[in-house]
Structures are given as structure tokens and as C-alpha cells.
């Protein structure tokens, strides 16, 4: 039985999670932005804003006072975000960097110490398959991602010596509420990323059950999908053939923009 916290825990793939790890006997902590929520029995629930330091510092305190310690942090909580280059306003970034980025950076620094100081413990970030294969007209959420892998990898080696474990999570799309936080200021992608999500074959649960096999066998890069698998070692090894079809979705995104113009002018 392991003490888990999960951030992003009232939908989504935190929320699949969330009733994986109380199944199984795991206690857990979860949190979200919102105020109250139903959890199932063996978790209990905290308000969390992951940009702010003062609801990590309550987190840690819940878990100390309620817990005694924590076995694993899983920062999950994170948006959608998309859009070609010249239509995702500056407050767009602050919002995804804040939200995706900061917001695992917060929950590591509140719990590494902790961590380190029992000998052991298991940092998990959800990343995506965008921080690893880069699309275009995804700059933000792909620079965010990859800066959670990033930020994953470093921590892998850094708290090593201290017996801590690190894992980031890299799904491909699946059916999930998270394409509800897309804001649309390029309506032409945020339409093509909603389509992505909704029409996905996976659903959250099934990428749940996938990605808490790796994090339970420790693998540090989680691939929960056979396509986010492909993407991957397509872009790894089969070089050329990735930037041809990264470069055809490129001309494609340009026609839809045309059409778009064009439709918009007559």
C-alpha cells in the first residue's frame, strides 16, 4: 500500500488514476482547482492550485499531519493549449508555461526534500507525446511538455543518490475533458485539437492502466500507447520519414488557413 498524492484528480486521466490507486489499497491524496469533490473511498480530497506555493506548502502539511509521509507525487494537473505561432497571444503562454510547466516544478521542489530525506520515494510528471515529437501549430503546449520531460530527466539523475525514482508520462491523444480548457484563439487548431481528443480510440482509463504499469515497474519513460510508441521511435529512427509527414501536416495546416481566408472574404 503506498501514500499517493494526485494532482488533477477530479477528471481525466487523474481521476483514472485516482480510482486505479484506491483499488488497489493505496492511500491518496487528491487535488484539483475546484472546491469540493467526490472521491472514492481509501482517498480524500484538497483544493490545489498548482501555481500557487502556498496550496503546495498546505498539501505537504495535509500529508504529513494525515499520511505521515508520501511513497509517490503524481503531477498530472495540466490544459490543453494549441495554435500557429502568430495567433497565441503573450497571456496565453504565461497561462500554459504557469499551468504545465511551473505547476510540476512547484510539486517536485515541495516534495523532493521530503523525498530525500526518507531515502526513497517516486516523483511522476504527465507529460505527453508532444514533449517528445513536436507538431506544428502546437508551440506552446509542445515547448511545455518538453520542458516537463526536461525537467523530469534532470530530476532523474539529480535525486538518484538519494534513492528517489522519477517517471514522466508520454500519452498520444485519448478521449479525455481536457480539450474543455483549449482556449481559442486559432478557432482552426483549437477545432482540429478537440476533433483529436474526442474521436481518439483511448480512452483515460485505459492509458491509466498502462501508465501505472510503467510507474509501478519504475521505467522513468512511460509510453502508454502503441502510437505514442510509434511516434516516438519513428522520430528516433526513421528520421526522414518523420520530418516528411511532419512537414506534409504543415502544408496542410496552411491549406485549411487558405481556405479559411478565402471562405472568409467572399
Not at 43 to 54: P, R, W
Not at 221 to 226: A, G, T
Request: one cysteine or more.
Amino acid at each position: 500500500m503506498a501514500r499517493v498524492l494526485i494532482t488533477g484528480g477530479a477528471s481525466g486521466l487523474g481521476a483514472a488514476l485516482v480510482r486505479l490507486c484506491t483499488a488497489r489499497g493505496d492511500r491518496v491524496l487528491v487535488t484539483d482547482l475546484d472546491e469540493h469533490c467526490d472521491v472514492p473511498a481509501g482517498a480524500t480530497y484538497q483544493q490545489l492550485d498548482v501555481t500557487s506555493e502556498t496550496d503546495w506548502h498546505r498539501a505537504r502539511q495535509t500529508v504529513l499531519d494525515t499520511m505521515g509521509g508520501l511513497d509517490i507525487l503524481i503531477n498530472n494537473a495540466g490544459i490543453a493549449a494549441g495554435g500557429r505561432i502568430d495567433h497565441i497571444p503573450n497571456e496565453e503562454w504565461v497561462r500554459v508555461m504557469n499551468i504545465n510547466v511551473l505547476g510540476v516544478a512547484n510539486g517536485c521542489a515541495t516534495f523532493a526534500p521530503m523525498f530525500k530525506a526518507a531515502g526513497g520515494g517516486h516523483l511522476v510528471n504527465t507529460a505527453s507525446l508532444a514533449g517528445l515529437v513536436h507538431p506544428p501549430a502546437m508551440a506552446s503546449y509542445t515547448a511545455a511538455k518538453a520542458a516537463v520531460v526536461a525537467i523530469s530527466e534532470s530530476l532523474r539523475y539529480e535525486l538518484a543518490p538519494y534513492g528517489v525514482a522519477v517517471s514522466v508520462i508520454c500519452p498520444s491523444f485519448f478521449r479525455t475533458n481536457l480539450s474543455s480548457s483549449l482556449h481559442d484563439g486559432d478557432p482552426l487548431m483549437a477545432t482540429v485539437a478537440r476533433k483529436l481528443i474526442d474521436r481518439a480510440p483511448l480512452d483515460a482509463d485505459t492509458i491509466a492502466a498502462a501508465a501505472l504499469a510503467g510507474v509501478d515497474a519504475r521505467k522513468f519513460l512511460v509510453l502508454p500507447d502503441s502510437a505514442a510508441r510509434k511516434a516516438y521511435w519513428s522520430k528516433r529512427l526513421l528520421k526522414p520519414l518523420y520530418d516528411r509527414q511532419m512537414a506534409g501536416m504543415g502544408r496542410r495546416i496552411a491549406a485549411g488557413a487558405l481556405a479559411e481566408t478565402e471562405k472568409e472574404t467572399r
